[in-house]
C-alpha cells in the first residue's frame, strides 16, 4: 500500500475553481471564461483552437500593424487588473520602441500574493493560452522579443500547466520564429519566485527577475522606458492580459459594451468573495456589479452572521461598510470612498470579529513584507504592529490611536518609494475612521505583555 | 592582532561541492536570461532541492558557476523566504496567515498544527519530519483556511483534517 494516498489528502487537496456553469458563460458575454470547462481540467491547445483559440493573433498579425493593437487597446480602456486600474492601452502607447531602440521585454505579473486574491491562478490553471495568446498581441504591440511569465513559487501547479501550455504553442507555430508566418518573433519562459509579497511591485519584480533583492526601484524611469536589463518592459497582470485577445477580436465597442450602463469602464471582471459566507468563490461578471450582487452569489454570510465590513479588493484596499454594497465596483466608483477596487475580490468582516485583531493580522503582513527600504514602511509598520497588540490585549496607552493615525499618515502616497506602504496605511486609515470606537475600547489600561509579541516571521 | 581574514572564513567553502546534475541545470537556466545572475534565484532552489536547504558554503559554488560574486549570491539568499537557510524537516508546512484565512479558522489551525507537530513557527520536528512555517496569502482563499505540505495545497483544513494530512507525508 505504499502508493495510496490517504482520503483525507484528496478531500481537502485545493482546486481553484469558477462558480459558474458552462451553460451560463458565453464567447460574447464572457470573454475571460467562456472556454472553461465544467470539470475544471485545463483547457489544452486542441480544445482551445476548436474554441478560437489564437484567432486574435492571426487577425493582428495579418493586419501588420502593431500601432492599431495599442490603439484598439486605448480606445477598449483595459484598466490593469492587477490593482492600480492604469490603462493597459496607455501604458503600451508610452513603451518606447523604435529608431535605435532595441527589442525588449513582455512580463506578465503572475505573483499574485495580495491577501484575498485568487483569481489568476484559476485563468493559469485552466486556460494557460488564453494567457499565452494575450501575451503575443502585447508584445506585438510592444515590440518585445522575449515574455516572462513572473510566477509566484508557491504557484506548482500552474508552472506545470503554463509550461505544458507553453510547450504545445511553441510546437504549434504560436510562440518561436515567425509566428504563424507573419516574421515575428517571440517566446516566453516561466520564472518562479522564492516568495516575498514585494515581488509583485513592478520595479522590484523586475529587480527579482534579474536575479536581485526584491527592492522597487526609483521612477522615472519607468519600465516601459529602461526595464529588464535597461530595455523597455511592460509589465502587467494576468487578468489583464487575458482580456486583450477577445479586444482585438471584437473591437472596442463591444467591449465597452460588456458593462451595460453600470460604469464607464468596459470589460468583465473576475470578482470574488472569500471569509466567512456560505459559498467563497469566484465568477466572470460585468464590471460594475455591486458588492450585493456578488455577496447573492456568494449565498450570503455564513451561519446567518452579520455583515459589518468588507474590502473590495485585497488587504491593501480600504474598508468599506454594508451601506456601499449597493455601489458598482469599479475603479472611479470605489476610489470615490475612500478605498481602491484593487484586486475586485472582496473579503468580508462579520459583526463579531474585532477590527483590531483583523488590522493587526493585516498589519503583521505588511510589516512582515516590507522590503525594508523606506523608514515609514520599514520601522513604522512594525510599531504599528506593536500598537495594535497593545490594542488588543486592552493594553493601549492615551495617545496610542492618533500615533496609529500619524502612523498610517506617514505611510500615505508619495511619502514612500512604493506603494507597499500605502497599502498598509488605507486599511489602518479606514479602519480607524470608521470603527473607531473598537480601538479607543483597548486605551487605558497599563502597559504589558502585549508589547513583547513577536511578529510571526519563522524564516528559516 | 587580529588575523587576516579570507572571504572563505566569511563565508565558508569548503566542503561542498555542486553535484554535476545541479551544475548542468543552473547551465540550463542561463539560457533564458540576458545575464548569468538572472538565474541566482533558480540556482539556489536547484541546491535546495537536493539538500533540502542552502548550506553558507553552497554560495560560493553558486556563485563561481554563474561568475559572479559570492556577496551578491548571499543578498539573494537571505532576501527570499522559501530560500531555506537552515536545515528543515522532510517536509514543509507552510500555514497561511493572511486575512482570509484569518477570518475563517486560522488560529484554531496553527494551534492545532502546533500541537500536532509540537513545534512553533520555524521549528523542525525532533523526528526531523517536518518544518513549519507561515507564509503569505496561498491564493487559495476560496478554499480557507488553507496551508502547503511540500508542493500540495489544501484547503479548507479544519484541526480534525490535521492527522490524517499529516500522515500522507512519511
Ligand atoms: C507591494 C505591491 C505588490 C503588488 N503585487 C502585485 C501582484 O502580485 N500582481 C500584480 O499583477 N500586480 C501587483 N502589484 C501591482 C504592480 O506593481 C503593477 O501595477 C501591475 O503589475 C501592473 O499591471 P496591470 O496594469 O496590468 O495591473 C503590486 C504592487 C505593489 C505595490
Ligand atoms: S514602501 Fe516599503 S516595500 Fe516599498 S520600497 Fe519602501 S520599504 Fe520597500
Ligand atoms: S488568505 Fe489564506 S489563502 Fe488567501
Redesign the pocket.
Known sequence: MSQSIPSQRQSTQYRSRLLQPETERSADTHPLTWRLRDDGEAVWLDEYLRKDGYQSVRKALNEGDPQAVIANMKEANV????????S?GL?WSLTLQGGDMPRGYLIC??????PG?FK?RLLMEQQPHLLIEGMILGAYANNSFYGYIFL?GEYVESARVLNRAIDEAREAGWLGPDINGSGFDFDIAVHTGAGR?????????INSLEGKRAN?RAKPPFPGQSGAWGKPSV???????CNVPAVILNGADWYQGLSGDRTKDGGTKLYGVSGPVEKPGLWELPMGTTGAEILERAGGMRDNRQLKAWLPGGA?TGFLLPEHLDLPLDFDTVGKEGSRLGTGLLTVVPQEMSMVALMRNLEEFFAR?SCGWCTPCRDGLPWTVKLLQALEHGQGEEGDIELLDKLAADCGPGLTF???AP?AAMPLETALRHFRHEFEQGVGKPRGEAHEDPIPVGQV | MAEPVSTSTLIGSDGFELHPADETAILEQLKHYEQPQAACIDALKIVQRRHGWVPDDAIPAIARVLGIGPGAVEGVATFYSLIFRQPVGRHVVLVCDSSSCFLTGFDELKQALVNELGVDYGGTTSDNRFTLLPVCCLGACDGAPALMIDNDTYGPVTPDDLPRLLEGYP
Open positions: 484598466r490593469g487588473r492587477g490593482g492600480a486600474g492604469f493597459a501604458k505579473n503572475a505573483d499574485e500574493m495580495e486574491t489568476d509566484r509579497y514585494i515581488c509583485g511591485e513592478e520595479t522590484a519584480l522597487p509589465v502587467n497582470n494576468v487578468e489583464t492580459l491593501s513584507e512604493c506603494a507597499h497599502g
